[in-house]
């Protein structure tokens, strides 16, 4: 409760979070229970739901291949687990490739014509988005996107509804 209360405006700026990497010590003998007490402190916090993945760290100090259980009504919560050591420099790849999972399932996939006078929006597409493909039109520029959920509807009035 202590900690909470003296990290609690850092812990506020986690809800604004697309992903949380939950790194934790898989060398440690009670860090199921440390696991426990983060997923505690994040629902006192009324975290917002937001893509997880958890990561064990000091698998150079892990005796066996696989990380411990974690118990079921915690693995729902993640959406992936990946064992590294930052100490050796191992299983950062896997890391990063499931990083890039959990971001582009998170993706909603839109087409979207953003009038030339709105060439902010372009702009900021191209920045925070996947661009898949642009043309030009008579009305302004059609693109296909990948858009993080925190950006949809912000771009959601700029989207083609596709006829079926």
């Known amino acids: 409760t202590t900690l909470v209360a ?88 896997a890391l990063l490739a499931q990083i890039e999972a959990v971001l582009k399932a998170s993706m909603y996939r839109v087409r979207l014509l953003v009038p030339y006078s709105d060439g902010d929006v372009v702009s900021m597409l191209y920045d925070l988005t996947i661009v898949e493909e642009q043309t030009h039109t008579a009305d302004g520029v059609c693109m296909t996107v990948q858009v993080p959920a925190y950006l949809y509807e912000r771009i959601a009035s700029y989207q083609i509804l596709e006829q079926g």
């Open 6 to 93: 003296a990290f609690r405006a850092t812990l506020e700026e986690i809800t604004e979070a697309t992903l949380i990497l939950h790194v934790v010590d898989v060398s440690h003998a009670n860090v199921i229970e440390h696991i426990e007490a983060v997923e505690e402190t994040l629902a006192e916090i009324d975290m917002p739901s937001a893509r997880r993945i958890l990561v064990w760290n000091k698998a150079d100090l892990w005796h066996m291949d696989t990380p411990p259980r974690i118990p079921a009504h915690l693995r729902e919560d993640y959406d992936a687990e990946v064992m590294i050591s930052a100490r050796k420099n191992t299983g950062i790849d």
